[in-house]
T-cell receptor
Framework: AQKVTQAQTEISVVEKEDVTLDCVYETRDTTYYLFWYKQPPSGELVFLIRRNSFDEQNEISGRYSWNFQKSTSSFNFTITASQVVDSAVYFCALRGGATNKLIFGTGTLLAVQP | DTAVSQTPKYLVTQMGNDKSIKCEQNLGHDTMYWYKQDSKKFLKIMFSYNNKELIINETVPNRFSPKSPDKAHLNLHINSLELGDSAVYFC???????????????FGPGTRLTVL
């Protein structure tokens, strides 16, 4: 069975703080794909990143960075110097290699206070 | 230009009615999806079509019937609406990679369905 766990239901930080959103996944597939999506208060789902299981290289995009560790089945997301506009629900998702079904975690609500 | 569009954005209706939600994508993708997001923000896939063929059909009441007239469209028809159908419904699309593997899914803006 495939599963994504986002243990942090809500996180509140003050602007300019760094924050890490945790994601732990379970899958028996040897090839799989991990994703992060952002859902701001306006409601749309915005794609942030895709990571293939055979590529453990970490990635940085501006203030965003992702740490993929197969040994701990984790794909954590860090926002550096958070801003109020980062306030949103963030979803981690998993897609097995043999299926195009996207399994979402329950999301983490990030509130960045000014 | 809108990549994945859905209509309507809001839908308020009475129990027992039949309603449809339309989805269109102009990304040239070959796969489309319907997801349901409940009041606790939990997102779950309902259906997926690849080149107009149904490839994912989750445990969804048969009151829900998807229809894909072509690759760019995937509509969702719901019969005999119930209170529990109230949710946000998202359409999404993606492109199968020729070399294998999957590209990310792009989501529409969502349709908020309220059943009274």
């Amino acid at each position: 069975a495939q599963k994504v766990t986002q243990a942090q239901t809500e996180i509140s930080v003050v602007e300019k703080e760094d924050v890490t959103l945790d994601c732990v996944y379970e899958t028996r597939d040897t090839t799989y794909y991990l994703f992060w999506y952002k859902q701001p208060p306006s409601g749309e789902l915005v794609f942030l990143i895709r990571r293939n299981s055979f590529d453990e290289q970490n990635e940085i995009s501006g203030r965003y960075s992702w740490n993929f560790q197969k040994s701990t089945s984790s794909f954590n997301f860090t926002i550096t110097a958070s801003q109020v506009v980062d306030s949103a629900v963030y979803f981690c998702a998993l897609r097995g290699g043999a299926t195009n079904k996207l399994i979402f975690g329950t999301g983490t609500l990030l509130a960045v206070q000014p | 230009d809108t990549a994945v569009s859905q209509t309507p954005k809001y839908l308020v209706t009475q129990m027992g009615n039949d309603k449809s939600i339309k989805c269109e994508q102009n990304l040239g993708h070959d796969t489309m999806y319907w997801y349901k997001q409940d009041s606790k923000k939990f997102l779950k896939i309902m259906f997926s079509y690849n080149n107009k063929e149904l490839i994912i059909n989750e445990t969804v009441p048969n009151r829900f019937s998807p229809k894909s007239p072509d690759k760019a469209h995937l509509n969702l028809h719901i019969n005999s609406l119930e209170l529990g159908d109230s949710a946000v419904y998202f359409c999404a699309s993606s492109q199968t990679r020729l070399a294998g593997g999957w590209n990310e899914q792009f989501f529409g803006p969502g349709t908020r369905l309220t059943v009274l």
